[in-house]
């Protein structure tokens, strides 16, 4: 009697409480025969359910001949239940399923029945004639020498030409990419005007903001001073700083004009000064006007020249050089009349 046969009739005894109903496990392969390491499917099916039954479908052990890829996929349809196992054969020869139970439960029972056996083979996945014993890796394929082709070969030194050629030319091209020129700096007198035109914008006059007006009047105007000489720097009080450029070349008239407007700044910014808006807007066209207007006159300075020697000083030192040459001359010649003398007698 085939293991089938023998399950029905296990659960035929088990389930005799209701005759009409004879619950079967089917187990059926993809394939019979296999390749070693190819995956096949495992299809376990349960009929004859009739009603609410639950089944449970076993985990397959690892037996290493035999594995499962994962856990089954279960589909139910009416009285029937079925599973699917990826399963995969890593023998030879003849194998059978790894032994398990499903487990199944009705109203009357709860029944484990086994899987039915099914047989596969396994084979290799060499060629039939390949012999197992004798076979040998081949030596790793040469792809840098003379498997090279001519074309291959003439192919990749027209790419190393065309490279070198592409180098070339951008190296070139870039040195021939002339600097762009970088813009000159802005003169202190550009920028001073942009500040006051940007005070002017702010609002501070129609604000009633006099003080900070005032105060940032008087930072742009030292601040167009320093940019012109550093010796004008911000350090300097407003009397130290008219004392200097009152020294510098500027003319007295502008020096005037920049001392009262300085003067009129420390007082709103000091003395609690409290102007109109009327003379705020005088004070920046005023502003506005000396550095329009402003200039600096900075002298030559002349090279220093050697002073003449009168004439008697000249006659004096050519009078004085002639004495010492003859001087010079009469020790020579006495020496020399000296030195004769002695030469002479016996």
């Known amino acids: 009697m085939s293991l089938l046969f023998v399950v029905i009739a296990v659960i035929a005894q088990v389930s005799a409480g209701d005759p009409g109903t004879a619950i079967r ?7 019979d025969s296999v390749r070693i390491g190819e995956p096949l499917t495992l299809t376990v099916t349960v009929s ?22 994962g856990p089954p996929s279960v589909a139910v349809d009416h009285d029937e239940r079925s599973a699917r196992y990826e399963l995969a054969a890593w023998e030879f020869g003849d194998l059978t399923l790894p032994q398990a139970d499903v487990r199944v439960v009705t109203d009357a029972a709860e029944l484990r029945i086994p899987l039915p056996g099914v047989a596969l083979h396994v084979v290799s996945a060499l060629p039939a004639d390949a012999d197992v014993d004798t076979l040998a890796w081949k030596p ?13 070969k003439l192919a990749a030194l027209g790419l190393a030409l065309a490279f070198a050629l592409a ?15 970088v813009p000159p700096p802005r003169s202190a007198r550009a920028v001073a005007l942009e500040a006051l035109e940007r005070l002017e914008a702010s609002g501070m006059i129609e604000a ?29 009080t407003t009397a ?26 420390d007082m709103v910014k000091f003395a609690r000064q409290r102007p109109t808006r009327a003379q705020a807007g005088r004070a920046l066209d005023a502003a506005r006007h000396w550095l329009t207007s402003f200039e600096r006159v900075v002298p030559e300075l002349e090279p220093l020249e050697p002073e003449a020697e ?3 000083e000249a006659l004096e030192l050519e009078f004085e050089a002639l004495t010492d040459l003859d001087k010079m001359f009469s020790e020579e010649t006495a020496t020399a009349e000296a030195e004769a003398q002695e030469s002479e007698e016996p």
């Open 310 to 312: 009168s004439g008697e």
């Open 25 to 31: 496990v089917q187990a059926a392969v993809s394939h």
């Open 167 to 181: 180098t070339f030319l951008y190296a070139r091209r870039r040195g021939e990419v002339q600097p762009v020129p």
């Open 240 to 265: 130290e700083l008219m004392a200097l450029v009152g020294m510098d070349g500027v003319p007295e008239t502008q020096v005037r004009s920049l001392g009262g407007l300085l003067d009129r700044a």
């Open 48 to 69: 004859g359910l009739g009603g609410a039954a639950e089944v449970a479908f076993p985990l397959l052990a690892d037996s290493g001949a035999i594995t499962a890829l």
């Open 140 to 152: 790793p394929a040469d792809v840098l020498g003379p498997n090279w082709s001519t074309g291959e």
């Open 208 to 236: 009633g903001e006099l003080k900070g007006f005032f105060s940032t009047l008087s930072h742009i105007l030292r601040e167009f001073l320093a940019g012109t000489d550093r010796a004008w720097s911000l350090d300097l």
